[in-house]
């Protein structure tokens, strides 16, 4: 045994959402350490000293410090004994295609998600990136999804992959509902895939992701009190959260 | 075995010249298939096939295809037999290191030395890539180079991630040398590091990047064409490339 392990996360982060979710779900003991990115807590000396990144998620496993949550997922996958091997498959050209898809996510549905929600303030990066966002849900509908089972790959069972992508798109949780079902509806292997993974995963799944239920609850309640108040034209409201 | 690997690869694309390097250093057997993007070869059904995704590089072997350099990198060190340890290590915490770095790649030194030198048009975005290209050299320099070793993590042999990165780092060679210079020149650990790699790699390191080197020659002439007929200020010609 390689001692205690620590996960560094914020839960408003999806890479921390997805490390916790797969933590829990196979039954790896870890201590949970808040870093609050809204109070600047991942610039803490403490922290940096875990990652010199000064990024979430961070995991500490005995000696190891380890960051980035592909490469933790991977990781955790390995290390620990008795995870199903459908997470992340010893098979080396089932691994390879896994690999192939986080790396993708990178570049584009992680490029697209994200700003697609944080930047509401800028419209043309948000116009960019949900530019992004569109053509990658197109190529998940079309490619990735493009099998006989319900997972990623036509996989039967989900790996670190479905959980890691799916994770990214449940961020979009917080937008408007109308601007969710307008980005989201067309893609129906895309929905059912995310319920499929959220099934997979729950009752972990919903746990983690309560904190994001309850910002989408404000969210909501602000955009209410917004459009009552009439300080924004019907032309500029919601097209992005108001995150 | 698994039959013929098949690379489908532009030299002028970083990755791709990562994987012909790493091919012909292992004694890999493959056919290198030139998919000329400046052309639109990626774009041709034939490359489709292989790649839904329209990118290079890419690898057919056997009936698996395979896109995004790291996972092919990856895949290459373990379904191909006597390749050295060393290159993608068993050892699950060295391997983990390996990959965070790789993942660190996409969102850090990929998004900046790519633009810095692929954008000359577009000052504001070239601006934004070399900020985060000199912020990720400084990272190299006192995090990942920041060991016993000549090589990333403080090895003393290099991983795909040293061979993944130079390439990376070795485009900026089509800059102006003043540019490069000031680029570079206060990392040295980066500088030493890059000739380690170049050296750990050679002769194929040189043999793939001849097609750099040539292009080099030839931004330098029109550079020189440009400062001769002075249809540029001093101000604007050189900050970047003109590729």
């Known amino acids: 045994m390689m001692g205690k392990l620590n996960a560094y996360v914020d839960r408003m982060s999806q890479p921390c959402r997805a490390i916790l979710i797969f933590c829990r779900l196979n039954g790896i003991d870890f201590e949970e350490i808040k870093v609050d990115i809204a109070k600047s807590h991942h610039l803490s000396p403490e922290f940096t000293e875990v990652n010199p990144l000064q990024k979430v998620p961070a995991i500490l496993h005995g000696n190891l410090n380890l960051f980035e949550s592909h490469a933790i997922l991977a990781y955790l996958s390995s290390a620990f004994p008795g995870i199903a091997d459908h997470w992340y498959p010893t098979d080396v050209i089932r691994r390879a295609k896994i690999n192939s898809i986080l790396d993708w996510h990178h570049s584009n549905l992680r490029y697209g998600a994200g700003p697609a929600i944080g930047r509401p303030r800028n419209p043309k990066a948000a116009a960019e990136a949900e530019k992004v966002l569109l053509s990658s849900l197109s190529k998940l509908e079309n ?33 408007d509902e109308m601007d969710r079902g307008r980005i989201l509806s067309p893609y129906k292997k895309v929905l059912g895939w995310i319920e499929d993974t959220r099934t997979a995963t729950n009752p972990y799944f919903e746990e983690m992701h309560n904190i994001l239920y309850r910002a989408k609850k404000k969210f909501q309640q602000q955009r209410s009190r917004i459009a009552e108040s009439g300080t924004e034209t019907t032309n500029n409201r919601g097209r992005h959260s108001k995150m």
Chains 1, 2 share one sequence.
Not at 144 to 173: H, K, M, Y
């Open 143 to 175: 490619i990735w999804l493009n099998g006989d089972g319900r997972f990623l790959l036509g996989s039967f069972q989900p790996s670190i992959a479905d959980l890691s992508l799916v994770c990214e798109l449940t961020q979009l949780e917080v937008l």
